[in-house]
């Protein structure tokens, strides 16, 4: 199994700073990666998918980047909206389906 | 716009079966696009896939699947999850999602209580 860990475990900024969280796979996953926003009581939502390719809706200052073993989600300028829980997610073995997700880095306010 | 809602028990006994059931709305579940995916997640902590069904079968955590089952019902656009032997460690809460590739769409969850 593909474990994922991500890093920092809590990042505290303020709002209009940059946010660089890392994701790193235990083997390659070539592109085959997500990232996912959390509030809580909420279900995720899709971020990033492919490593670099932002969903539906999701605005630009999400981006992605990586591949192989690292991955980067960085958020150009922090909006009081975006302080939340990110998962990075892996998924293989098509398509019956593989996915692991990584064990979240907490976005908190500063 | 696809829409997913949970429904079922919210408390199940120790040794017996989790049953579920996922609504879908906005889209046919038998057209061929999505994979209809559970996915779980405890108070506090991460999530894990569970499993899929698709139209042309389905796919299991291997963690699990020697307990799960989850299958389609077309017939009412809904999909379904089994999970048997639960004990307290698979008290969660339970979202269906529906993916292309990954999970674009989500049900807003559903908590799972198993205890006696």
């Known amino acids: 199994e593909i474990v994922l860990t991500q890093s920092p475990a809590t990042l505290s900024l303020s709002p209009g700073e940059r946010a660089t969280l890392s994701c790193r796979a235990s083997?390659?996953?070539?592109?085959?990666l997500a990232w996912y926003q959390q509030k809580p009581g909420q279900a995720p939502r899709l971020l990033i998918y492919?490593?670099?390719n932002r969903a539906t809706g999701i605005p630009a200052r999400f981006s992605g980047s990586g591949s192989g073993t690292d991955f980067t989600l960085t958020i150009s300028s922090l909006e009081p909206e975006d302080f939340a829980v990110y998962y990075c997610?892996?998924?293989?073995?098509?398509?019956?389906?593989?996915?692991?997700f990584g064990q979240g880095t907490k976005l908190e306010i500063k | 716009q696809v829409q997913m809602q949970e429904s079922g028990p919210g408390l199940v006994k120790p040794s017996q079966t989790l049953s579920l059931t996922c609504t879908v709305s906005?889209?046919?579940?038998?057209?061929?696009?999505?994979?209809w995916d559970w996915i779980r997640q405890p108070a506090g902590r991460g999530l894990e896939w569970i499993g899929r069904?698709?139209?042309?079968?389905?796919g299991y955590s291997p963690s699990l699947k020697t307990r799960v089952t989850i299958s389609l019902d077309t017939s009412k656009n809904q999909f379904s999850l089994r999970l048997t032997s639960v004990t307290a460690a698979d008290t969660a809460v339970y979202y269906c999602?529906?993916?292309?590739?990954?999970?674009?769409?989500w049900g807003q969850g559903t908590l799972v209580t198993v205890s006696s």
């Open positions: 997610q892996q998924r293989s073995n098509w398509p019956q389906g593989m996915y692991t």
């Open positions: 492919d490593a670099s």
């Open positions: 083997q390659s996953v070539s592109s085959y």
């Open positions: 999602a529906g993916a292309i590739g990954y999970h674009d769409f």
């Open positions: 906005g889209d046919s579940i038998n057209n061929g696009r999505y994979f």
């Open positions: 069904v698709y139209s042309s079968g389905t």
